[in-house]
Each structure stands twice: as C-alpha cells, then as structure tokens.
T-cell receptor, first 114, second 106 residues
Framework: EAGVTQFPSHSVIEKGQTVTLRCDPI?????LYWYRRVMGKEIKFLLH????????ESGMPNNRFLAERTGGTYSTLKVQPAELEDSGVYFC????????????FGEGSRLTVL | GQQVMQIPQYQHVQEGEDFTTYCNSS?????IQWYKQRPGGHPVFLIQ?????EVKKQKRLTFQFGEAKKNSSLHITATQTTDVGTYFC??????FGAGTRLTVKP
C-alpha cells in the first residue's frame, strides 16, 4: 500500500512568487492534515480536511495560503505571494479516523523563500 | 483542537542514561498520541493512549497517561544512539506539542 506522498520534496522560490504543494493521502483516508515545521521547532497545525470539506482551518496563518481538496482525494496548498517567513517544511498527514488513530505523514515539502 | 504543552525542549544524555519527556494539558484529553521524528525525516507514530492511568511499553519505551487524563509521559530506558530525534505528543484535534529534542552522546 502506498503511503502519503508529497510533491515537490524541495522548492526554492523568491519572495513574491507562488508555490503549490501537493499531497496524495493514503487511499481511503478521509482525513487529511497540513502542518508546517519551521527551523526544527514545533509541528504547527495548519488545517484539516474531512473528505473535500475544511473541518478546521484555524491554523492557516493568513489569506496568502489556500488549501483545496477537490473530490476528496489529493490536496494542494498554495502560497501566494510567498514571504520569507513562509520557509519551512510542510508536512501532510492522513488518517482513517477523525481525532483518533494513527496519523501517517508524508516525507514533507521543504520550502525555501529567498 | 486541544493544546498540549511539552517539556523539556531539549535533552542531551550519555548513551545508556534514561530519558523522559512530559506532555501536559489544562483540559482533559480523550486520547494522546506520541510520535518520533528523526533528523531529516518525518513524524512516525509510536502509540496512542486512551484510558486513564494507562501504561504501555514498547521495548525500552514506556508510555503513561495520567489518572486525570491531563498529562502523559514517554520514558526511554538506557538510551541508544538510535533514539536520537524529536519526540512529540499530540492531543485531540491532532495538535502537536513543541517536541523534545533528544541527543545521545556515544
């Protein structure tokens, strides 16, 4: 069974540019989460999808971030326009159940904004 | 989601010494999970605790959930260099604590 996959693994862009990160969860997992880890610090929650619906987007930092999960399968996280402080590793995770059970993480997408 | 606080932030031990990280919440938790992230890697699920006072063991790792379900701990006995990484707890809503970074000196 394929795990959670994320693309790209690394992206380097300049301030003001746009980047779109993609996450393919484990097949059948309705719950999909986005997190960001900056400079080896905390794993900061960004948002949670249940199927195609945003269950909780309270962690999204501002309106430069847009997450979608059309059709309830893969998800994208777009940052537009990117700022220096957006740099970090963006992790996607999926789970079968809501609020319980194992979260399966992808390898992460490292974003560097210059 | 329920916020969990984790201490200490860093822990450096000599190989063979024990290590403990603590996770605390101001509210009762329905469950708590523990994850490990190796340097350069991604978080990997270790365990979930659900019951009050629950204690679970995985080889040298012992996980506890407090009687009031407001705190939890992860204890590693006789650390090895393979234990290096950051250990995170996560509460309901899948909110993570700040993590405890463990380094082990051979």
């Amino acid at each position: 069974e394929a795990g959670v996959t994320q693309f790209p693994s690394h992206s380097v862009i300049e301030k003001g540019q746009t980047v779109t990160l993609r996450c393919d969860p484990i097949s059948g997992h309705d719950n999909l989460y986005w997190y960001r880890r900056v400079m080896g610090k905390e794993i900061k929650f960004l948002l949670h999808f249940v199927k195609e619906s945003k269950q909780d987007e309270s962690g999204m930092p501002n309106n430069r971030f847009l997450a979608e999960r059309t059709g309830g399968t893969y998800s994208t996280l777009k940052v537009q326009p990117a700022e220096l402080e957006d740099s970090g590793v963006y992790f996607c995770a999926s789970s079968q159940f809501w609020n319980t059970g194992e979260l399966f993480f992808g390898e992460g997408s490292r974003l560097t904004v210059l | 989601g329920q916020q969990v606080m984790q201490i200490p932030q860093y822990q450096h031990v000599q190989e063979g010494e024990d290590f403990t990280t603590y996770c605390n919440s101001s509210t009762t938790l329905s469950n708590i999970q523990w994850y490990k992230q190796r340097p350069g890697g991604h978080p990997v699920f270790l365990i979930q605790l659900v019951k009050s006072g629950e204690v679970k063991k995985q080889k040298r790792l012992t996980f506890q959930f407090g009687e009031a379900k407001k705190n939890s701990s992860l204890h590693i006995t006789a650390t090895q260099t393979t234990d290096v990484g950051t250990y995170f707890c996560a509460g309901p809503g899948m909110r993570f604590g700040a993590g405890t970074r463990l380094t082990v000196k051979p």
